[in-house]
Nanobody, 127 residues
Framework: QVRLLESVGDSVQAGGSLMLSCVHS????????MGWFRQPPGKAREGFAS???????IYADSVKGRFTISKDNAGTTLYLQMNNLKPEDTAMYYC?????????????????????WGQGTQVTVSS
């Protein structure tokens, strides 16, 4: 059974930093593509960062330059380093994984293709 367990989120001040992690269990192919998604209050879930097995990454413009997605050498732990947090970053954050072509691994456009999800963790950024 594929399982993704996320670390606990936090409440931080604008301009602060926070790191989230996500531990993936299951066969390796099921994490060929991994990504981070978030759902602000009252809004739809959106993907903003993705990473494939070779470490290549893609970011949404809203987080580019501030957030960094990474993984450990084994690919079993996914990380999200968030810097210069803004109030609009407030959301429930989810990690997810999928067996997907590296050319299709883009969380900005393919949320339905991510079949395995973390439980979600709340990140709140106050002004």
């Amino acid at each position: 059974q594929v399982r993704l367990l996320e670390s606990v989120g936090d409440s931080v001040q604008a301009g602060g930093s926070l790191m989230l992690s996500c531990v993936h269990s299951g066969y390796a192919r099921s994490r060929a593509c991994m990504g981070w998604f978030r759902q602000p209050p009252g809004k739809a879930r959106e993907g903003f960062a993705s990473i494939i097995r070779d470490g290549s990454t893609i970011y949404a413009d809203s987080v580019k330059g501030r957030f960094t997605i990474s993984k450990d050498n084994a690919g079993t732990t996914l990380y999200l380093q968030m810097n210069n947090l803004k109030p609009e970053d407030t959301a429930m954050y989810y990690c997810a994984a999928a067996l997907m072509s590296p050319y299709d691994c883009d969380a900005r456009y393919w949320p339905p293709s991510f079949g395995n999800w973390g439980q979600g963790t709340q990140v709140t950024v106050s002004s």
